[in-house]
């Protein structure tokens, strides 16, 4: 490894100071064996000489320790920086990664691919699912953000279906954008609200008695991102309540802004292959 430019000119102020304070030091000591009367004067300059020289190599340590920082800190932004507050959630095997708050937790019972929740409120959680391969490069081969988003409604309202009597789900899509990275990779980023009605009277003799009962038994929020890479496709699912979200929403946008999937190289024969190998890596950058 090479050493900076920096550092080496720093080490060479060092090195002619304490060179310059040893011949003045033997000059010094030449002077009084010869003179050994020398006026008040003289000794007077002669012991203030020393203390300089000090004060010269003191200076010239502050230098290399500025060097260094200035070094530390030009190493520090040539990486990705990860706002105050999140840390990064990565699998290079996987080819995806995004920010989580650092006092969310890992779950490891949802047996998706990497799954968060806030301790805090259980309602706010999010995974990140894979599909098996596919024949599309791009997000917009499935279909423009709206198209997508409907989708996503349709699959929720299935996904929360009850076999209940008086049950009814009420669903809308919140937004539908398409966001596309610094790299040139498009994402499309969704907002749905799905929300559950139950009577508390279902086996009431009357429809009219039994709508009477109803009342509302969760208003949640579902923010998803979708993205392609290595011809899958990637969702990132955001869950919180819907009376929750104004206040979550700089985190929950934050989280879901970060989103991005990449091309990934299999470190082995079965990285890549559906059940293969599959690493969370979680960094922390100060």
């Known amino acids: 490894m090479r050493t900076p430019p920096a ?10 100071l304490f060179l310059t304070s040893f011949l003045h030091s033997n000059k010094n000591n030449s002077n009084l064996t010869s003179n050994v009367k020398l006026s008040s004067k003289s000794r007077a300059r002669n012991a203030k000489m020393p203390v300089f020289k000090r004060r010269g190599v003191v200076g010239a340590l502050g230098i290399v320790g500025l060097a260094k920082t200035a070094l530390s800190t030009r190493t520090a932004k040539a990486f990705d920086s ?18 989580v708050p650092t006092d969310w937790i890992l779950s490891k019972t949802s047996g998706n691919t990497a ?6 409120d259980f309602q ?4 990140v699912s894979i599909s098996g391969r596919t024949k599309y490069d791009s997000i917009k081969d499935l279909g423009t953000p709206k198209a997508l988003a409907e989708d996503i409604e349709k699959k929720l309202v299935t996904e ?28 499309y ?3 749905v609200r799905v929300r559950s009605y139950a009577s508390r009277n279902a086996l009431a003799v009357s429809q009219a008695a039994i709508d009477e009962a109803v009342e509302l038994e969760f208003d949640r929020l579902f923010l998803v991102t979708l993205g392609v890479a290595n011809d899958r496709v990637y969702e990132l699912r955001l869950q919180t309540s819907n009376d929750g ?18 091309a990934v190289k299999c470190p082995s024969i079965n990285s890549c292959t559906p059940g ?6 979680r960094s922390e950058v100060s």
């Open 7 to 16: 550092l080496l000119l720093c080490f060479g102020v060092i090195f002619a």
């Open 160 to 187: 929360f279906m009850s076999t209940r009597i008086g049950v009814r789900r009420v669903s809308d899509i919140s937004f539908a954008n398409e966001r596309i990275d610094k790299d040139g990779k498009v994402y």
């Open 115 to 120: 799954a968060y929740e806030n301790p805090v």
């Open 82 to 99: 990860v706002p105050a507050g999140f840390m990064r959630v990565q699998s290079k095997l996987d080819g995806f990664k995004f920010y």
């Open 245 to 262: 979200y104004p206040k979550s929403k700089p985190v929950l946008d934050k989280i879901q802004g970060s989103f991005e999937v990449a």
């Open 124 to 127: 706010e959680n999010l995974f």
């Open 189 to 191: 980023d969704i907002g």
């Open 276 to 281: 293969g190998a599959k690493i969370i890596k």
